[in-house]
T-cell receptor
Framework: GAVVSQHPSRVICKSGTSVKIECRSL??????MFWYRQFPKQSLMLMAT?????????EQGVEKDKFLINHASLTLSTLTVTSAHPEDSSFYIC????????????FGQGTRLTVV | GQQVMQIPQYQHVQEGEDFTTYCNSS?????IQWYKQRPGGHPVFLIQ?????EVKKQKRLTFQFGEAKKNSSLHITATQTTDVGTYFC???????????FGPGTRLSVLP
């Protein structure tokens, strides 16, 4: 149990376009989902925490208008990178939790975004 | 702003040797978390420590949170090849403003 799936696993888009990344909890209901970003061979950065049915809570320094997060159901959260630029190229990872804490969360496989 | 450092950056050990990675924060943390990420894989949550001076064990892994809640360590006894990966610490400062990951320690275990 506790499988979290991200889609797509890889995406290439042109500068100026928007990209949507999906995070699904396949066999449990996720009250809370977390979105992270990881640069190549670098550490993780928590971007935001999303709760089903409410607005996401963004970490300091993360542009909420740039990275739109929607947690419309207990099994799906989406991250939309709007007006993407090459510097947005990164590995985006989600995790999903039955509860409110990221200590109970399970990670997806990640999405490699390349903006050209 | 809050900074979290980890040492060493890389560690190569022979299978069976012990390994320790240290995590140091510039500010007092409300808690410390540890994650493991295998090469090419996604992170896996290992543990959270909350109390000052707390020590927790998971089989061959021992986690410690410093008395001042500004540093932590992860010690692996008798490493195995399955321990290969990058170990990240992460924590939120006491003001609840920043959740920051350390840069990670990459462990290689030679058989």
């Amino acid at each position: 149990g506790a499988v979290v799936s991200q889609h797509p696993s890889r995406v290439i888009c042109k500068s100026g376009t928007s990209v949507k990344i999906e995070c699904r909890s396949l066999d449990f209901q996720a009250t809370t989902m977390f979105w992270y970003r990881q640069f190549p061979k670098q550490s993780l950065m928590l971007m935001a925490t999303s709760n089903e049915g409410s607005k996401a809570t963004y970490e300091q320094g993360v542009e909420k208008d740039k990275f739109l997060i929607n947690h419309a159901s207990l099994t799906l959260s989406t991250l939309t990178v709007t007006s993407a630029h090459p510097e947005d190229s990164s590995f985006y990872i989600c995790s999903a939790s039955r509860g409110a804490l990221n200590t109970e969360a399970f990670f997806g496989q990640g999405t490699r975004l390349t903006v050209v | 702003g809050q900074q979290v450092m980890q040492i060493p950056q890389y560690q190569h050990v022979q299978e069976g040797e012990d390994f320790t990675t240290y995590c140091n924060s510039s500010t007092t943390l409300s808690n410390i978390q540890w994650y493991k990420q295998r090469p090419g894989g996604h992170p896996v949550f290992l543990i959270q420590l909350v109390k000052s001076g707390e020590v927790k064990k998971q089989k061959r892994l021992t986690f410690q949170f410093g008395e001042a809640k500004k540093n932590s360590s992860l010690h692996i006894t008798a490493t195995q090849t399955t321990d290969v990966g990058t170990y990240f610490c992460a924590g939120r400062d006491n003001y609840g403003q920043n959740f920051v990951f350390g840069p990670g320690t990459r462990l290689s275990v030679l058989p």
